[in-house]
């Protein structure tokens, strides 16, 4: 086949006139920092997930170790979640003091194994972290039931999950609190940013007050008109705020998740169609119960050959690929610290063949074809 002259991205953010209009409004109003913006923004999140309360925060990095720290999880704690996921929220599990405690995923969603979710729990586990798996959700039911018996909190991992509805209902909405990621890749951005969902008045307040030094105001209400400049802190926070300027980037995009989700779920079924029957290569599953995927990656397993050289092989095509990721057991750090992951045995299998192919809105049909064509001669010669 003829190889493409143009570079295919693993991603690319799909910014159109609403979002350019929307920031430079925004710039010539002249308030350009956290505001009435990031307010209408968490309003429209609370429309779209059903949960009574958002914040807005500077990343989804941000909103985890808010939310560790809001809920107490600290030295001596332990943490569920699954090693399949990105490394910023063992970090900030490590950065408490906590210990992460890896449970396995299904081979097939690359979702954690909510059936393995009880033999976990020990007297120090204070939460689970399920993880919304590149836009399929995890099994809320069964976690949740979990978290209700040992009376662990639940924070869902939903930085993949904007679009994703798990028995009829959007993630974010079960009543616990959720993180979401706007970073440049996912189904809607702000060029960098997150949101946290949740529904109690009494943690919101205490996010609040993290998310800026501590400062139960922000700067909105200290220098807008008639507002008090003057403060006190009664604890120390941290600067997780998001400017008025990435929500009016995110305000324009999420009245665009729907049209984003549509396209993207288009290109998923291409992948799906022409690659079923190639040998050598497992597709993604589908979960066994009711639920709508964001298809915010689409992750292949490569069996016939070795990872690296498959990915060798694709930038020889032109095409870009990505990695979702490598295994946090794994990492050296995280090792040292946790000791040997045992029972694993899925995430181990999955790990080393993983590889996450182009996905994105302005990606077009012919886009996806090509990327199919490529694999299929790989695989033919591999």
């Known amino acids: 086949m003829k190889i493409r002259k143009k570079f295919l991205p693993f991603s690319r953010p799909s910014i159109g006139k609403r979002e350019i209009n929307g920031v430079v409004a925004c710039m010539k109003s002249g308030w350009i920092t956290t505001g009435g913006l990031c307010k209408a923004f968490e309003e429209e999140f609370c429309r779209l997930t059903g949960a009574q309360r958002a914040v807005s925060v500077s990343s989804a990095t941000a909103g985890m170790h808010m939310m560790l720290c809001a809920l107490n999880i600290g030295r001596g704690d332990e943490v569920i979640t699954p090693s399949m996921t990105f490394a910023s929220t063992i970090n900030m599990i490590v950065l408490r003091g906590a210990k992460p405690v890896f449970i396995d995923v299904d081979y097939g969603t690359l979702n954690i194994n909510a059936d393995l979710v009880e033999s976990r729990i020990t007297k120090k586990t204070k939460a689970v972290i399920p993880v919304h ?13 979990l978290a ?10 939903a930085a993949h999950a904007v679009g994703t509805y798990y028995r009829g209902v959007h993630a974010g909405g079960f009543g616990h609190p959720a993180i979401f990621s706007f970073h440049p890749i996912k ?9 946290i969902t949740l529904n109690q008045e009494r943690l919101e307040r205490k996010l609040r007050l993290l998310r800026f030094h501590g400062i139960e ?5 200290r220098y807008g008109k008639g507002g008090n400049p ?8 941290y600067k997780y705020n998001m ?4 929500a009016a980037l995110g305000l324009a995009q999420l ?15 291409i992948y799906l169609e022409e690659l079923r029957n190639i040998q050598g290569i497992d597709l993604p599953e589908t979960p066994p119960y009711e639920y709508t995927h964001a ?23 032109n095409i870009g690929y990505g990695l979702h990721f490598p295994a946090a057991h794994h990492l050296n750090y995280v090792r040292k610290y946790c000791g040997k992951a045992d029972d694993l045995r899925e995430t181990e299998r999955a790990a080393e063949k993983i590889v996450s192919l182009p996905l994105f809105p302005n990606m077009l049909e012919r886009d996806a074809q090509y990327v199919c064509k490529a694999i299929k001669e790989i695989m033919k010669n591999a």
């Open 133 to 145: 798996f590149a836009g399929a959700p995890a099994d809320m039911d069964k976690i949740g039931k």
């Open 243 to 246: 400017p008025d300027m990435l």
């Open 187 to 195: 189904n809607i951005t702000t060029g960098e940013g997150g949101m």
């Open 255 to 269: 009245e665009r998740w729907r049209e984003f989700n549509r396209k993207r779920e288009k290109i998923a079924r």
């Open 148 to 157: 209700r018996r040992y009376k662990l909190a639940v924070i869902e991992d």
């Open 230 to 237: 003057s403060y006190d802190i009664m604890e120390p926070g």
């Open 295 to 317: 298809w915010h990656l689409f992750v292949i397993k490569i069996l016939a050959m070795n990872r690296d050289r498959f990915m060798a092989r694709l930038a020889d095509y």
């Open 217 to 221: 105001r922000d700067a909105w209400k």
